[in-house]
């Protein structure tokens, strides 16, 4: 794995990962004269290899990566668009869940659910960034492994639970929302009483594909309508996509349409 003090240094002076060249004014993180695949929308094995060491590295220090000035981490997530515009095979889950924690503010859709998480306090994987802070001394430890992203508000007293999926809605999705909020509720609710949760919400965001309407009624309806009736109101659902004109990632609702498929259903 690339160090992260090297990766901070070739990052902040617009240099090479991997060869310490000048990169271009197009290029992003790792030089296009030495990544010739990447840049035309795909890549090499060997080229995938490194590629997997960069996110590993910002993967281990996510933290450090989120605190960046804002030129820093324009330049990575421009690093990201690259892979997303890429060879669909090699973009692993990972690569979904850190592009959503770092670049929670930027991203576009529904932009109501964005602004009322404060991408600063998003928990990544459930770690513990403030040991002084009651949420994450008491509580956060006994639900660390519940969902890729935690949100607690504290003046509001509720806590998200954000599972990402790279993957259309599917059993392992249903079954894993459902435990994360059920282990976390009985937690809440019998173990940990120094917080007062009021308010409990799980969140999964998957990759949804658009396609004919019977594709889609098998693929998203029938897989919904195995959530308990009081979970689907509960839950809010939303698709990521890449969104060409605003360079980033977007949230789609996919509750409207859910509403939709039913009634035609």
């Not at 090297?6 to 902040?12: A, C, K, S, T």
């Not at 996110?55 to 324009?74: F, G, K, P, V, Y």
């Not at 894993?176 to 120094?194: A, K, L, M, S, V």
């Given at each position: 794995?690339?160090?992260?003090?090297?990766?901070?240094?070739?990052?902040?002076?617009?240099?090479?990962?991997?060869?310490n060249?000048?990169?271009?004014k197009?290029?992003?993180?790792i030089?296009?004269?030495?990544?010739?695949?990447?840049?035309?929308?795909?890549?090499?094995?060997?080229?995938?290899?490194?590629?997997?060491n960069i996110?590993?590295?910002?993967?281990?220090n996510?933290?450090?990566?989120?605190?960046?000035?804002?030129?820093l981490?324009?330049?990575?997530?421009?690093?990201?668009?690259?892979?997303?515009k890429?060879?669909?095979?090699?973009?692993?889950?990972?690569?979904?869940?850190?592009?959503?924690?770092l670049?929670?503010?930027?991203?576009?859709?529904?932009?109501?659910?964005i602004?009322?998480?404060k991408?600063?306090?998003l928990?990544?994987e459930?770690?513990?960034?403030?040991?002084?802070?009651?949420?994450?001394?008491?509580?956060?430890?006994?639900?660390?492994n519940?969902?890729?992203?935690?949100?607690?508000?504290?003046?509001e007293?509720?806590?998200?639970?954000?599972e990402i999926?790279?993957?259309?809605?599917?059993?392992?999705?249903i079954?894993?929302?459902?435990?994360?909020?059920?282990?976390?509720?009985?937690?809440?609710?019998?173990?940990?009483?120094?917080?007062?949760?009021?308010?409990?919400?799980?969140?999964?965001?998957?990759?949804?594909?658009?396609?004919?309407?019977?594709?889609?009624?098998?693929?998203?309806?029938?897989?919904?309508?195995?959530?308990?009736?009081?979970?689907?109101?509960?839950?809010?659902?939303?698709?990521?996509?890449?969104?060409?004109?605003?360079?980033?990632l977007?949230?789609?609702?996919?509750?409207p349409?859910?509403?939709?498929l039913?009634?035609?259903?």
């Amino acid at each position: 794995m690339i160090e992260y003090e090297l990766f901070y240094e070739r990052l902040n002076n617009k240099r090479c990962l991997k060869s310490n060249r000048i990169l271009n004014k197009d290029d992003f993180l790792i030089s296009s004269k030495e990544f010739v695949n990447l840049y035309q929308t795909t890549y090499s094995e060997s080229e995938y290899k490194f590629i997997k060491n960069i996110i590993s590295c910002i993967h281990a220090n996510n933290r450090n990566i989120l605190l960046l000035n804002e030129l820093l981490l324009n330049r990575i997530q421009s690093f990201f668009n690259l892979l997303l515009k890429s060879d669909k095979q090699y973009i692993k889950e990972r690569v979904i869940h850190l592009y959503i924690f770092l670049f929670w503010n930027k991203l576009t859709g529904d932009t109501e659910f964005i602004n009322k998480i404060k991408k600063e306090e998003l928990l990544y994987e459930g770690q513990v960034i403030d040991n002084t802070d009651k949420f994450q001394q008491n509580l956060l430890p006994k639900i660390a492994n519940n969902c890729d992203l935690i949100y607690y508000n504290h003046k509001e007293s509720t806590l998200e639970l954000i599972e990402i999926k790279n993957v259309d809605l599917d059993d392992r999705a249903i079954a894993q929302i459902q435990r994360y909020y059920r282990n976390t509720n009985y937690i809440c609710e019998t173990i940990d009483h120094q917080l007062s949760i009021l308010y409990l919400k799980p969140t999964l965001i998957i990759k949804h594909e658009n396609l004919t309407q019977n594709q889609t009624k098998t693929s998203l309806l029938e897989h919904w309508q195995t959530f308990p009736t009081y979970f689907k109101e509960l839950l809010n659902i939303y698709s990521f996509e890449f969104c060409y004109t605003k360079e980033t990632l977007k949230l789609i609702n996919l509750k409207p349409k859910l509403k939709s498929l039913l009634k035609n259903n």
